[in-house]
């Protein structure tokens, strides 16, 4: 097993053994909110992380369960399970009173725009391409293979970055949290020209150049992601270049910093 998959067996481990049900909670959550976990783990680890959630009544049985059915390794038959699982959850309850909004509010008190102001930072796991098929995107992940399911990709960062001390290079950030996101850790995997040719991705391709904008074209229109900085950019027509990683993410994603 890969580390991340041997991460999520142990805490899943101490989760199965807790006669705490909070705890219990934690752990299953830690299993699935740990930088990329939810994304890299093997279909086997994720399937049984939501069995547990599920017969133990945890409130994150229902994003277990999403997640594992988002996995592009699963069986028909393990998905069917899974799906009845899912369809027998209670329904949420909403967290309104009973007696509706409250009513004490002061006339005078500025409204709710419902707009939530966050200081995103993010997560980011360095891959590899290797092939797109079925839906799914397979990469290197510091030596193990994953399939990643495409629908999971909500935006596609790209930009070319020309930093003063060495040749300049493409970065594609696929963001399974949008820069709009609520979440405060954005989950990118980033993709490098550094690390591959893109040419082994795209058949007939004889310019890495143009190999790399017909790459960005196929996975901008089978994941339907939202191209960043706009569409244009995104597919290299032409690519946006910057001084550093750090102007690229500020410029692109919106962030600050990022914890790699």
């Known amino acids: 097993l ?31 909110s740990a930088p990329m976990e939810s994304v890299v783990l093997a279909s086997a680890v994720m399937t049984r992380l939501a069995k547990v959630a599920v017969a133990s009544h945890a409130p994150s049985a229902g994003v277990l369960l999403d997640a594992a059915l988002a996995h592009p390794e699963l069986t028909p038959e393990v998905r069917s399970e899974l799906a009845t699982l899912a369809g027998a959850l209670p329904p949420v309850q909403s967290q309104e009173p009973a007696g ?22 993010l997560q980011v796991m360095r891959a590899v391409p290797l092939r797109i098929e079925d839906r799914a995107l ?8 994953r399939r990643m399911a495409l629908s999971l990709i909500q935006a596609v960062g790209v930009g070319g970055v020309r930093p003063h001390d060495r040749r300049p290079f493409l970065l594609v950030d696929l963001m399974l949290d949008p820069p709009w996101s609520e979440r405060g850790q954005l989950r990118v995997i980033r993709l ?15 310019d890495s150049l143009q190999a790399f904008r017909e790459l960005l074209e196929g996975l901008l229109t089978a994941t339907g ?6 569409p244009d950019s995104a597919r290299g027509q032409p690519f946006r270049t910057f001084d550093s990683v750090e102007s690229y993410e500020r410029d692109v ?8």
């Open 253 to 260: 994603l919106g962030i600050g910093k990022a914890t790699l």
């Open 138 to 145: 397979t990469i290197d992940v510091r030596g193990a293979t």
């Open 100 to 121: 509706g909004p409250d009513e004490s509010t002061p006339d005078d008190e500025a409204p709710s725009t419902g707009v939530v102001e966050v200081d995103h930072t």
């Open 2 to 32: 890969a580390r991340e998959d041997m991460t999520a067996y142990t805490r899943l481990s101490v989760a199965r053994k807790s006669d705490d049900p909070k705890a219990l909670e934690r752990a299953l959550g830690a299993a699935i």
């Open 225 to 230: 992601a939202v191209p960043l900085p706009d």
């Open 192 to 206: 490098s020209s550094t690390d591959f040719d893109p040419r082994r991705l795209v058949a007939g391709a004889d």
